[in-house]
């Protein structure tokens, strides 16, 4: 049974549309991301307590440079769905100041006009250092974004790299941003990012045409060189990786990509692979949050907390193997 305010928490997030709702969701996801034992212990409570609401949204990772146009296109997307009848909730990953750990960009006020309708929640957080470019509770906030009745969920991560592909681990769909003049084509066509891709979009595409064309071709020979996720061509049941260009700043070919969407998501339902992906990455995330709650219980470790600055100064002066130190410090936890 869940404290009085708690429960008023949930009520408000899997109540009515608006504003009320809106800063339930915002209160529960700070609860989240929250590093308070109690905080945590609570937000445990109620994020369990959500979770039969959860799961009903479509999740589409959107990835990219810097300078692809990541903000411009998401807001032009989500005000076309939300035009066509849809409620989205964008959560974007800024990349930390150094500093104060805050977000150094606002996604708020890169996307003015989708932050301002009824039927969108933007959330920005900081990444924080975490690897794959998302903040640690993203998955923990799709939920309640989910709960609360968006049925299309938008994770923008802080750039793409070959560590910088953790969205496509969470999300059902993996969309891959890029420029028509990206230079160096080998740096534009990233073998780790590619083959995670679902959909490569060029955007930017009014800019110069023939360089958008160009770079269509070039990508799409390299899907085919990548094998496509391991897809026989000619099997029409399963979805095969596609290259398309828009131009969002002028929306511009939105119509045409939530189409591809959409076709992916049917094909993904009826072939079983989009429930078979959610349950792989549930797992993954179970395993992730066992990892880091290892590797937080060993830093706080009584033991270890008192030995760490002796080894680590033994480590840094030759006089004691890194694998060795790393041994007698697991050793404390037995």
Do not use: C
């Not at 369990?48 to 799961?55: E, F, Q």
């Not at 990835?63 to 964008?90: C, D, M, N, W």
């Not at 998955?139 to 709960?147: G, H, I, N, Q, Y």
């Not at 260009?245 to 939105?254: C, R, V």
Request: net charge neutral.
């Amino acid at each position: 049974m869940l404290p009085t305010a708690d429960q008023a928490l949930v009520d408000a997030v899997i109540g009515a549309p608006g504003p009320a709702q809106r800063r339930a969701i915002a209160k529960t996801i700070t609860l989240l991301e929250s590093s308070r034992d109690d905080h945590r212990r609570r937000a445990d409570e109620v994020l369990n307590t959500l979770l039969p609401k959860s799961g009903r949204s479509f999740r589409l990772g959107i990835s990219g440079v810097p300078g692809v146009g990541k903000s411009t296109f998401i807001e032009a997307l989500g005000l076309y769905l939300i035009g066509q009848g849809h409620r989205v909730a964008v959560l974007a990953i800024d990349p930390s100041s150094s500093v104060s750990g805050g977000s150094i960009l606002g996604d708020k006020t890169r996307m003015e006009m989708l932050s301002v309708n009824e039927n969108a929640f933007i959330r920005p957080s900081p990444a924080s250092g975490t690897l794959g470019g998302v903040a640690e509770r993203t998955r923990e906030s799709m939920l309640v974004a989910e709960a609360a009745g968006y049925d299309v969920v938008i994770v923008e991560t802080v750039g793409v790299g070959q560590s910088e592909t953790a969205v496509s681990g969470m999300t059902d769909m993996f969309v891959l941003l890029q420029l028509p003049n990206a230079g160096d084509d080998l740096q534009a066509i990233k073998k780790g990012v590619m083959e995670l891709a679902d959909l490569v979009v060029i955007n930017k595409a009014d800019l110069d045409e023939a360089a958008a064309t160009r770079a269509r071709a070039q990508i799409t020979s390299a899907l085919r060189l990548f094998g496509q996720h391991g897809n026989a061509m000619h099997d029409q049941s399963l979805w095969h990786p596609q290259v398309m260009q828009l131009s969002a700043l002028k929306s511009q070919g939105l119509p045409e990509f939530w189409a591809q969407v959409s076709r992916f998501r049917e094909l993904q339902t009826a072939n079983g692979r989009l429930a078979a992906r959610r349950h792989a990455q549930d797992q993954a995330w179970m395993w992730e949050r066992i990892e880091a709650g290892l590797k937080n219980r060993f830093r706080h470790h009584p033991g270890v907390r008192d030995m760490l600055p002796a080894v680590t100064a033994e480590v840094r002066a030759g006089r004691l193997a890194a694998s060795v130190a790393a041994r007698r410090l697991l050793d404390l936890m037995n």
